[in-house]
C-alpha cells in the first residue's frame, strides 16, 4: 500500500469547542435558567473558558479520572453545555440521565454506569434527594446553580456549580488522546425493554456532528441560530450542541420551559432559524400559535423526529406559518441521525400533496449510514419503495456493542445492527418505517402496519391519540385492537371509527374492536407505551362469530 502524507490528528470533541470558541467568540448561546427562568447570554469564548474552568475542577476537587462516568440530570443551558466538552475533553464520559424515567430505574441506570458524580439542575433536587441514598457509587452531587440558587435538600448536601468554578483556573490545556475513547453515555429510553447503553467516541461524535451540519440534514451554518427543543438527555439533543459549534450557529437553549408561549417568546425574541424537537412539543407550540395569532416567522426549517411526524402537524407548520418541515429518524444506539427528509431537486415539479406525501415517508440516508431491509429469513429485500422488512444499519457512528454487553441478539454475524424497526427503501434512500419489529400486527400470515393504522384513525376529528396493538386470536392469529384516546368534550364510537378507516386502509387492516382510554400511556421520550397497553389488554377476548 501507498500511504497517504497526511496528519493523523484526532478527532477529538474538545476541538469542536476550541474551534467555536476562537473563531465565532462573540456568536451568541443564550439560555433560559431553570431556577428562575431569566435569559443568561455569552459567547462561545465564555462557554470556552467556563469549560476550561470546568476542567480544572473535575481534575482537581474532584478527581475525575480518564473514563469515569459523570452524570448530568439537567435541561438544556449554557452550563449543560459546559458539562458536555469538559467532561468529554478531559477524558471522561458524561452519561446524560433522562429525569423522566421511573426514580427507580434512574438509580438503576446511576448503578450500572457506576457514576462517579451526579450535576442536575434546581428543578431535579427532589429526585435527587428521593434517589440518593441508592446511589452508592457517587461521590458527589453537584447542583447547577449559584449559592443565592442553592435548594434545601435533605440528604444530600450539594456543591454548588458556581462556587465550584469561580475558585478554578480558567487556563487549561485540553489533552489529546485516541479518538476511539469513550466520551458519552447514554440510555435507551426502555419504550420496548430494559434500557441498555449506547457508549460514543470522540471520533462518532465528530463525525456525526460534521454529517448534522450538511445542508441535506440539518443544514445550519454561522449565520443560523438554532434551537434544539429536543433535551440534551435525548441522545445529545440530536447532536445539535456539537453541531453549533462545528458550525460557530448562535444557539438557544429553552430550558425547562417547553411550552408553547415560552418557546415561541424565545423564537421571536432570538430570531431562531432552525428548531428541532419530537411531534407533542410541535403539537403544543401550534395550539399556542392558533390561539395567540403570534408567529414564529423567523423559523426557516424544522426537524421532527423521534416518532412519526403527523400529517397534520405538517399540513399546518407549512401552511399556515411557511416553515420547511423535514422528518428524521434515528435512535440511541445511532448517535442518533440515521436519515433526514430533505426533497430533491427531481421533485420540484411535484404537487404540494405530493410532496407531502414524500415528506411523510421517515427519511433520506443521510452520509454514513448504510441501511439494508431483510425478510425473516435474513435476506435482503430490493430497494423498491414497498418491500418491508427488518431495518439493519451499519456505519461509524452506530453502536458496535453495548455498554457492559447487553443485547447481543440485536448484532448480526456480518456486522450489521437490528434496529427493532420494519419498513422499506427506494432507490433514492427514502426509508419508509411501517412499524416496530414487536409492535408488527401478524395476521394470517400477512403484516398490518399499526403505524399506518394509528395515523389513518389520528385524521378522525375526535381522535387526540390513537394505538393498535395485536391481540391474540384463535383463527388469524392476531388481530388489531385500537385503543383511542377521544379529544376532550367528544364521544366517538367504534362504528364512527370503523366507518372513518374503512375509507382509507385495507378492509382486512379494519380493527376488531376499539376501545376507548382516557389518557394513553406515555414514555419517558413522549412514545406511546405499548408494552403498558399490552398488560392493560392482557386476555383480550374478541367477539367472534
Ligand atoms: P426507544 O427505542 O427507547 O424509544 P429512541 O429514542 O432511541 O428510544 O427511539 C428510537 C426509535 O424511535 C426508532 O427505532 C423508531 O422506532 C422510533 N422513531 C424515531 N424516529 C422516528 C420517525 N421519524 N418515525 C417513526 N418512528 C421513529
Redesign the pocket.
Known amino acids: 500500500m501507498l500511504r497517504g502524507q497526511m496528519m493523523d490528528r484526532p478527532l477529538m470533541i474538545s476541538g469542536l469547542l476550541t474551534h467555536a470558541g476562537t473563531n465565532h467568540g462573540s456568536r451568541e448561546i443564550v439560555s433560559r435558567l431553570p431556577e428562575t427562568g431569566a435569559i443568561h447570554r455569552y459567547g462561545w469564548k465564555d462557554c470556552l473558558t467556563r469549560s476550561q474552568r470546568l476542567a480544572n475542577v473535575l481534575e482537581g476537587p474532584l478527581k475525575v479520572h480518564e473514563g469515569d462516568r459523570i452524570s448530568t440530570i439537567a435541561w438544556n443551558t449554557h452550563r449543560h453545555l459546559e458539562l458536555y466538552y469538559a467532561i468529554s475533553g478531559a477524558g471522561a464520559v458524561i452519561h446524560t440521565v433522562n429525569p423522566r424515567l421511573d426514580p427507580k430505574q434512574i438509580a438503576w441506570m446511576l448503578d450500572h454506569a457506576k457514576a462517579r458524580h451526579v450535576f442536575f439542575d434546581t428543578t431535579f433536587a427532589p429526585l435527587v434527594d428521593a434517589i440518593a441514598k441508592a446511589c452508592k457509587t457517587v461521590k458527589n452531587f453537584i447542583v447547577m446553580t449559584d449559592e443565592a440558587h442553592a435548594p434545601q435538600m435533605s440528604n444530600v448536601k450539594p456543591l454548588i456549580y458556581e462556587d465550584l468554578l469561580a475558585k478554578a483556573s480558567p487556563d487549561y490545556d485540553w489533552p489529546e488522546f485516541d479518538e476511539n475513547a469513550a466520551a458519552g453515555l447514554c440510555y435507551?429510553?426502555?419504550?420496548?425493554g430494559d434500557p441498555k447503553g449506547a457508549l460514543y467516541s470522540h471520533r462518532s461524535t465528530v463525525l456525526h456532528a460534521l454529517m448534522a451540519c450538511s445542508m441535506d440534514t440539518i443544514g445550519v451554518g454561522s449565520r443560523g441560530v438554532i434551537m434544539p427543543v429536543v433535551p440534551m438527555f435525548?441522545?445529545n439533543a440530536w447532536g445539535v450542541p456539537y453541531a453549533a459549534a462545528v458550525a460557530g450557529s448562535k444557539l438557544v437553549m429553552p430550558g425547562a420551559q417547553l411550552d408553547g408561549k415560552s418557546l415561541q417568546e424565545l423564537i421571536e425574541g432570538e430570531a431562531v432559524t432552525h428548531v428541532l424537537g419530537v411531534p407533542t412539543v410541535w403539537l403544543g407550540l401550534l395550539q399556542y400559535l392558533r390561539e395567540s395569532g403570534k408567529r414564529i416567522d423567523s423559523v426557516e426549517n424544522v426537524l421532527m423526529?423521534?416518532?412519526?411526524?403527523p400529517e397534520a402537524l405538517l399540513r399546518a407548520y407549512e401552511g399556515e406559518y411557511g416553515v420547511d418541515m423535514q422528518?428524521?429518524?434515528?435512535?440511541?444506539e445511532m448517535s442518533?441521525l440515521g436519515t433526514v427528509g430533505k426533497l430533491l431537486p427531481k421533485h420540484e415539479g411535484l404537487s404540494a400533496d405530493e410532496k407531502i406525501a414524500i415528506k411523510l415517508k421517515?427519511g433520506r440516508l443521510v452520509w454514513g449510514v448504510e441501511m439494508r431491509a431483510v425478510d425473516d429469513g435474513g435476506n435482503v429485500l430490493p430497494r423498491d419503495g414497498k418491500s418491508s422488512g427488518h431495518i439493519q444499519v451499519r456505519g461509524p457512528w452506530i453502536i458496535s456493542s453495548y455498554f457492559r454487553g447487553a443485547g447481543e441478539e440485536a448484532f448480526t454475524d456480518d456486522g450489521w445492527f437490528r434496529?427493532?424497526?420494519v419498513g422499506h427503501l427506494d432507490e433514492d434512500g427514502y426509508m419508509t418505517?411501517t412499524d416496530?419489529s414487536k409492535d408488527v400486527i401478524k395476521t394470517g400470515g400477512e403484516w398490518i402496519s399499526s403505524i399506518d393504522l394509528e395515523n389513518a384513525a389520528m385524521g378522525h376529528p375526535d381522535v387526540a391519540m390513537a394505538a393498535a396493538v395485536g391481540m391474540p386470536h384463535p383463527k388469524w392469529q392476531e388481530r388489531p385492537l385500537l385503543v383511542v384516546q377521544p379529544k376532550p368534550n367528544t364521544s366517538p364510537t367504534p362504528d364512527s371509527i370503523r366507518a372513518y378507516l374503512a375509507e382509507r386502509v385495507p378492509k382486512w387492516w379494519l380493527p376488531d374492536a376499539v376501545e376507548f382510554i382516557e389518557q394513553m400511556p406515555l414514555g419517558a421520550?413522549g412514545?406511546i407505551l405499548k408494552t403498558r397497553l399490552r398488560e392493560v389488554y392482557a386476555g383480550y377476548a374478541f367477539e367472534t362469530e
Request: charged letters at 10%; proline letters at 4%; hydrophobic letters at 20%.
Open positions: 435507551t429510553s426502555g419504550t420496548t435525548h441522545v423526529g423521534g416518532s412519526a411526524m422528518q428524521g429518524w434515528g435512535m440511541t442518533p421517515q434496529t427493532g424497526d418505517i416496530r421520550t412514545k
